[in-house]
Nanobody, 118 residues
Framework: QAQLVESGGGLVQPGGSLRLSCTAS????????MGWYRQAPGKQRELVAN??????????DSVKGRFSISRDNARNTRNTVYLQMNSLKPEDTAVYYC?????????WGKGTLVTVSS
C-alpha cells in the first residue's frame, strides 16, 4: 500500500529555515515525479516545487531562490524527497503536502504544518 509521510514542519521566525522530508513506501519511488504542495487557510492548494525521476526541478515563482527540492532514490533505505526552505516569510505559512505522481497514479501525504511568525 502506497504511503507518503511528511515530517519537519513547525514554528519558525521570519528569515529562518526549515527542512521538510517525505518518505515514500509501497511505490516504485525512482519512477515517480515527486512534489511539494501547500495550502494556506482559505486558499487553494498550490504547487511549490517538484522534481522528476531524472532530477529536473521546477519551482513556483514565489519560492524561487529560497526553496530547494531534492530526492534520495536509494532503494529500501531512503526513498525520500526533501524541501529545504530558507528566508521564510509569513506568507509561507501553510500545510505542506508531499505528492507522488506517475502517469495515472497519484498519491498524497497527510501534510505537515509550517508556521512562520515572530
Amino acid at each position: 500500500q502506497a504511503q507518503l509521510v511528511e515530517s519537519g514542519g513547525g514554528l519558525v521566525q521570519p528569515g529562518g529555515s526549515l527542512r521538510l522530508s517525505c518518505t515514500a513506501s509501497g511505490i516504485a519511488f525512482i519512477f515517480y515525479r515527486m512534489g511539494w504542495y501547500r495550502q494556506a487557510p482559505g486558499k487553494q492548494r498550490e504547487l511549490v516545487a517538484n522534481i522528476t525521476s531524472g532530477g529536473i526541478t521546477s519551482y513556483a515563482d514565489s519560492v524561487k531562490g529560497r526553496f530547494s527540492i531534492s530526492r534520495d532514490n536509494a532503494r529500501n533505505t531512503r526513498n525520500t524527497v526533501y524541501l529545504q526552505m530558507n528566508s521564510l516569510k509569513p506568507e509561507d505559512t501553510a500545510v505542506y503536502y508531499c505528492n507522488a505522481a506517475m502517469r495515472l497514479k497519484e498519491y498524497w501525504g497527510k501534510g505537515t504544518l509550517v508556521t512562520v511568525s515572530s
